[in-house]
């Protein structure tokens, strides 16, 4: 069965200082895709990244840099310089083929990240 | 485009009273999908459709209904609201597999059942 576990509940960091958020899944499948969505306070979800199984690079953008380590099933999330904009709840996320035709994302149960001035 | 629109954005109910949360997208979306959003647990997926006329189950769909008569429209019916049923309740649309296709989600629906 799929699983996506944030064991961190809530970070507080002080600006300026970088900060990483755990993601760790769990699925049966090969094939499978990994996700991060950002929720600011305004509520909205935004969509971060997407990144399937059998592309293991890590990937940068801007102060964003995202670290999937298949051995340990971790996809892990890095905000470099933190800013009090990142101030939001990540979550991350799984979808697997499924053997019909829709594919679940399942999400895990977000981390509260606050970032103070 | 106006994307992923859902109305009410907030609702209060009693207990016993039923009410359908309304939810459209312009983009030509076949996936559609509603989830229920608690704190501590993330998104939890409620139903989901793959095109008009079909719908399925996700992993709380008790208390819920679901149709899907046209792609643009994916209505979540209350049939007799609970007060565990008080959650925010998000649509999202996409155009196929989550792993090629960028997910759409609605503002929310903040629901209250007393």
């Known amino acids: 069965a799929q699983k996506v576990t944030q064991a961190q509940t809530e970070i507080s960091v002080v600006e300026k200082e970088d900060v990483t958020l755990d993601c760790v899944y769990e699925?049966?499948?090969?094939?499978?895709?990994l996700f991060w969505y950002k929720q600011p306070p305004s509520g909205e979800l935004v969509f971060l990244i997407r990144?399937?199984?059998?592309?293991?690079q890590n990937e940068i953008s801007g102060r964003y840099s995202w670290n999937f380590q298949k051995s340990t099933s971790s996809f892990n999330f890095t905000i470099t310089a933190s800013q009090v904009v990142d101030s939001a709840v990540y979550f991350c996320a799984l979808s697997d083929l499924m053997k019909t035709s829709y594919d679940k994302v399942i999400f895990g149960p977000g981390t509260s990240l606050s970032v103070i001035p | 485009n106006a994307g992923v629109t859902q109305t009410p954005k907030f609702q209060v109910l009693k207990t016993g009273q039923s009410m359908t949360l309304q939810c459209a997208q312009d983009?030509?979306?076949?996936?559609m999908s509603w989830y229920r959003q608690d704190p501590g647990m993330g998104l939890r997926l409620i139903h989901y459709s793959v095109g008009a006329g079909i719908t399925d189950q996700g992993e709380v769909p008790n208390g819920y209904n679901v149709s899907r008569s046209t792609t643009e429209d994916f209505p979540l019916r209350l049939l007799s609201a609970a007060p565990s049923q008080t959650s925010v309740y998000f649509c999202a649309s996409r155009r196929g597999l989550a792993g090629l296709k960028t997910q759409y989600f609605g503002p929310g629906t903040r629901l209250l059942v007393l």
């Open positions: 990144r399937n199984s059998f592309d293991e």
């Open positions: 983009m030509n979306h076949e996936y």
């Open positions: 699925t049966r499948d090969t094939t499978y895709y």
